[in-house]
């Protein structure tokens, strides 16, 4: 399996959990594009979201990691645009689920709830669950009509 380029975004609230992503997904061989922030000095989501989405729109990364206070900021952006599937994910079962039933191409991770050691099984799992297709690419095609 292609080991997929990873657009990499946070806030301030999110910037800790998303330097230990970065350390985490460097460490397994992931090719990151990281849109920042650099520090944990107060900043506005979607001005990090937004570009990291639309290098995955672009076909520039394959999947996105985006990470807030909450998770939910990051996912309301990431999921205005058609064709994202972000899922707000706060542990590995949900992870997996993301993929197998939805093929959610955008983790989005609270900072303020997870450490490394969540936030490594979860990026495990995520990257390494395929899509299982069948009755779910039915309903995700009805998702694509809905963004028509």
Same mark, same amino acid.
């Given at each position: 399996m292609k080991r997929p380029v990873v657009a990499l975004a946070s806030d301030h609230a999110g910037f800790r959990l998303?330097?230990?992503?970065?350390?985490?997904?460097n460490e397994i061989g992931i090719s990151i594009q990281d849109f920042g922030t650099d520090s944990d000095a107060s900043v506005d989501y979607p001005?990090?979201?937004?570009?990291?989405?639309?290098?995955?729109?672009?076909? +520039?990364?394959?999947? #996105?990691?985006?990470?807030? $206070?909450?998770g939910i900021g990051m996912s309301i952006v990431a999921n205005k645009f058609p064709g994202i599937r972000a899922a707000l994910v706060s542990d590995a079962k949900t992870a997996e689920m993301?993929?197998?039933?939805?093929?959610?191409?955008?983790?989005?991770?609270?900072?303020?709830?997870?450490?490394?050691?969540?936030?490594e099984e979860?990026? +495990?799992?995520?990257? #390494?669950?395929?899509?299982? $297709?069948?009755?779910?690419?039915?309903?995700?095609?009805k998702i694509r009509d809905v963004e028509k």
């Open positions: 998303k330097e230990i992503a970065k350390e985490i997904l001005d990090y979201a937004k570009p990291a989405i639309a290098s995955i729109v672009a076909g +520039k990364a394959d999947r #996105g990691v985006l990470v807030c $206070g909450s993301s993929r197998k039933h939805n093929d959610a191409n955008v983790l989005v991770l609270p900072g303020w709830k997870l450490g490394r050691p969540e936030a979860i990026l +495990k799992v995520w990257l #390494g669950t395929e899509f299982e $297709g069948g009755r779910h690419q039915r309903r995700l095609d």
